[in-house]
């Protein structure tokens, strides 16, 4: 069964390729056909006990200018489906040749 959803990342972002991926969440080059510029955008899975510690980050990135950091700009919140970000996140591995999957782990 193929669920269908519809979210702000999908509807205005097109994936140009994974940048790099961590423990945290996977990074990529999406191109926004919004504004037509190309962003690099931080997805991470939200805690499940809700101690805030992502909005927290993202709260001070959005503050700090300093050329070793990468500021960050927006932020939202997304919630997919139980096991649907995870089929996602394989298929655009598999369309990139993206060979660092142990980076689904963390979707519960």
Known sequence: TQIKVSFRFWSQ??????IG?????????????????????????????????????????????HPGIVRCYETWIESPPAGWQIENDRQLFRKFDYEKMEVVRFWK
């Open 13 to 18: 972002f097109e994936v140009k390729s994974i």
């Open 21 to 65: 991926n961590g423990i945290c969440g996977v990074v990529f080059e999406a191109y926004c056909s919004v504004d037509n510029i190309t962003y690099a955008i931080k997805r991470e899975q939200m805690s499940e006990n809700n101690d805030d510690f992502e909005m927290r980050e993202t709260v001070i990135l959005s503050t700090l200018v």
